[in-house]
Nanobody, 125 residues
Framework: QLQLVESGGGLVQPGGSLRLSCAVS??????????MGWYRQAPGKQRELVARMFISGSTNYADSVKGRFTISRDDAKKTAYLQMNSLKPDDTAVYYC?????????????????WGQGTQVTVSS
């Protein structure tokens, strides 16, 4: 079973930076990454999309993070990154990695969705 393993959360002061990582981990199964993205959920709020990158390289960002956050990937490491700059208290949330992976199963390609375990980001002075 493939998994998404996140790292990089923590406590940072307003105006600071953090980088989140999300690595695909698991048994030796042939797969390709269709898209990887980051969502976040603050207390009492719904989970929302922060940023997503597709296999083509195209990206989507929430309006609230445009110009401050950058999503990227390292295909060789099967890892996605979210560089977060100029952090604000409103960015405080649990951040979840999401991946749409195309798995090669018995000669066919099947797309499956995966979620990371979540990592806490707290922006506070």
């Amino acid at each position: 079973q493939l998994q998404l393993v996140e790292s990089g959360g923590g406590l940072v002061q307003p105006g600071g930076s953090l980088r989140l990582s999300c690595a695909v981990s698991g048994p030796r199964i042939m797969f390709s990454i269709y898209s990887m993205g980051w969502y976040r959920q603050a207390p009492g709020k719904q989970r929302e999309l922060v940023a997503r990158m597709f296999i083509s390289g195209s990206t989507n960002y929430a309006d609230s993070v445009k110009g401050r956050f950058t999503i990227s990937r390292d295909d060789a490491k099967k890892t996605a990154y979210l560089q977060m700059n100029s952090l604000k208290p409103d960015d405080t949330a649990v951040y979840y990695c999401n991946g749409e992976l195309d798995l090669r199963i018995r000669g066919d390609w099947q797309r499956s969705e995966y979620w990371g375990q979540g990592t806490q980001v707290t922006v506070s002075s």
